[in-house]
């Protein structure tokens, strides 16, 4: 049963595909025919030639349409294209015919002189078409309707309206009366006009209600009427100043033949082949900037004909030099406004990214906020930009972190002429969108280039400072070493020896003149225990061992001036807290040598930032912000933190410092 089911369903499909491609079919014989007599005409022995053979040309929309209507078959497009080429083969065939001895060759003849208006109807009909079918309004099928209706009123109006006489001798069955004639034929061409405006109406109502791919699509249609009407004026200019002969026309026959419907095909098959709206907006923005150059440089050699005379060289040469001094500013602003119109998406994307450029180079914005300005760019939230490593280890984000790309993004490289500096990372779209990346990658390519040298900078900043703080806390815990060493080594057996040396001194006779010279290296070794524990306290004071605070108080104890204490017990590294003790010791120096301070107070808190440190006096002031007290600049730099003084004259001075708790 399936299998019968597949039989008979097969000639359906077949059938309903013949019943699709019959208008093409019957194009393809109007062509064939109409090609058959071209060519007898052309190249019989008193044929013109190559101007009616150009017309041969209308193999190449017959060809496309038929591309179109197998590659997209559900779309009336590829018939329209194929009608194109019929209507435009068909007049010229019957005129052809019409020059020609054969049979009924008069009849033929006065039916293309009044067939003109059939030359219009493939346009038209594509115009309606194009891309996606009629419009669904009701009103759109009349005006489809009316295209062959308003083609037939206009050749019977000119059949009963005018005698044809010599050289062909041919008069319509009926004429009308003059004074019904003129008014008929009015009526004809202003309905054939009705619908020509109709139809572009209808290209442009589509245009504002379609989506990116529509309108991407009529932009190559616009593109190519655009250039066949440019063409087509200016035939009628160069032949109406008979610069040259009716050969102008080929080009506009070329155009109408070649361009439209290849145009047409792309649009239907690949829309986004090229950058068409930049394409678009460059060809307007050339167009009008040429018409707008000309008109100047008429208005100026008119007016310096009328101020210096017609052959003035000086009159002519300074137009000239006006226009050209005019064109190219006049060409970016015209070029500018024509993209917001026709290119508005690439226009917007340039200008935002130029923006962020300059508020990156004022400094009013930071380089690494280039992700976010490219997601809004290119309307793409999933947007990721990933930078290589300066360091070579791979691909990183903007915070600095290693980050492998998804397998599911399409990538855009980025790269400069000596090496690749990163990826742009993008959800899989169409080739415009990956042409649109690849525009905004490369106007942010300031931002992005200093993205990535800020990155290893910082990389490179912090290495540094995890460096020095090993190395500070490598010294810390030498200092603590040796300072254990000196206290339970050299001291205690310095100790030890003086304690057997007074045993001797003990044992001694009464005025033995030994007792004396013990004596006096007793009393030496003890002033090196002293000094051995002034260098251990030098190095790591012993008293830190009972904490910050109660290292503090005994300091400020030994103080000859008044000392007011605000010390948090806080929690820290040890290389914090021999760090905190010194600046404390070394402030407290500096007031008691220069500061004639009658009181000192010592600060010490838990900020967000670290731990803070303040001593502050009531002294003579006037330290210089900026200048001293390098050694406990660079105490407190080594653990990367920052010292601040501030000094009014009169006013007393603080010393602050601020250490990160994590070092």
């Not at 593109?223 to 009407?229: D, H, N, P, S």
């Not at 090229?274 to 040429?290: G, P, Q, Y």
């Not at 070493?481 to 009464?510: F, K, N, P, S, W």
Request: with cysteine; hydrophobic share 50%.
């Amino acid at each position: 049963m399936p299998a019968l089911i597949t039989e008979r369903a097969i000639p359906v499909h077949n059938a309903s595909m013949s019943r699709r491609f019959w208008p093409i079919w019957l194009a393809s014989a109007v062509c064939l025919a109409a090609g058959v007599v071209l060519a007898l005409g052309a190249f019989r022995p008193n044929g013109d030639g190559w101007p009616t053979a150009l017309y041969l040309l209308g193999v190449v929309p017959l060809a496309l349409g038929w591309l179109i209507a197998v590659r997209a078959p559900r779309g009336p497009v590829g018939a329209a294209v194929a009608w194109l080429a019929a209507s435009l083969l068909v007049v010229p065939a019957l005129d052809a015919w019409g020059r020609a001895p054969w049979p009924e060759a008069d009849f033929v003849g006065a039916l293309g002189v009044v067939a003109w208006p059939w030359q219009l109807t493939g346009l038209l009909a594509l115009l309606l078409v194009f891309p996606d079918g009629l419009l669904p309004e009701r009103r759109w099928r009349v005006v489809a309707a009316g295209v062959p209706v308003s083609a037939l009123a206009v050749g019977v109006a000119m059949t009963v309206t005018i005698d044809y006489g010599e050289p062909r001798y041919f008069t319509a069955p009926v004429l009308v009366p003059e004074p019904i004639w003129l008014p008929l034929m009015i009526s004809a061409l202003g309905l054939l006009l009705v619908v020509v405006i109709a139809c572009g109406a209808s290209v442009v109502l589509r245009y504002r209600r379609g989506g990116d791919r529509t309108k991407q699509q009529l932009r190559w249609l616009i593109l190519a009427t655009g250039v066949v009407v440019a063409v087509m004026v200016a035939s009628w200019i160069v032949t109406s100043f008979e610069l040259v002969g009716p050969e102008a026309y080929s080009a506009f026959l070329l155009g109408i033949l070649v361009l439209v419907p290849a145009a047409v095909a792309i649009a239907v098959l690949r829309y986004d082949l090229f950058e068409i709206d930049r394409i678009l907006s460059d060809s307007v923005a050339w167009f009008l900037t040429t018409l707008i150059a000309a008109a100047l440089l008429a208005a100026g050699v008119v007016l310096t004909g009328y101020l210096a005379g017609r052959d003035s060289a000086i009159g002519l040469t300074g137009s000239v030099f006006l226009v050209a001094l005019l064109l190219f500013p006049l060409h970016r602003r015209l070029h500018r406004a024509v993209g917001k119109v026709l290119d508005r998406d690439r226009t917007v994307l340039v200008e935002q990214i130029e923006r962020f450029v300059e508020q990156v180079r004022d400094g009013s914005a930071e380089p690494e906020d280039v992700e976010t300005v490219l997601r809004s760019a290119v309307r793409d939230p999933e947007l990721t930009l990933l930078l290589s490593d300066p360091a070579g280890t791979g691909l990183v984000n903007l915070a600095g972190t290693t980050q492998d790309p998804p397998e599911d993004r399409m990538s855009v490289p980025l790269r400069t002429a000596s090496a690749d500096i990163g990826v742009i990372l993008v959800r899989p779209g169409s080739m415009r969108h990956l042409r649109r990346v690849k525009l905004a990658a490369s106007a942010a390519r300031l931002p992005i280039e200093v993205s990535r040298l800020r990155i290893g900078l910082r990389r490179a900043l912090t290495d540094v400072a995890e460096s020095r703080r090993r190395l500070v806390s490598a010294t810390i815990d030498e200092r603590r070493r040796l300072e254990r060493d000196l206290h339970d080594g050299a001291q205690q057996q310095l100790v030890a020896i003086g304690m057997q040396l007074r045993a001797a001194q003990y044992r001694l006779r009464a005025g033995d003149p030994v007792s004396a010279d013990l004596e006096l290296a007793v009393e030496r070794l003890e002033s090196t225990v002293g000094e051995l524990r002034r260098l251990a306290h030098g190095v790591r004071p012993a008293s830190l061992d009972d904490g910050l605070p109660a290292a503090l108080a005994r300091l400020g104890a030994e103080c000859p001036l008044p000392v007011d204490f605000e010390v948090e017990d806080a929690a820290s590294s040890e290389v914090v807290t021999v760090t905190a003790y010194f600046v404390v010791a070394e402030a407290m120096a500096n007031v008691l040598k220069h500061a004639r301070a009658s009181r000192i107070g010592i600060n010490v808190e838990r900020q967000e930032d670290g731990l803070r440190v303040a001593v502050i006096d009531d002294g003579i002031g006037g330290v210089p912000a900026d200048k001293g007290l390098t050694a406990l600049r660079d105490r407190v730099g080594s653990v990367g933190g920052r010292l601040t003084v501030t000094s009014e004259p009169a006013g007393g001075t603080t010393v602050e410092a601020v250490l990160p708790c994590a070092s």
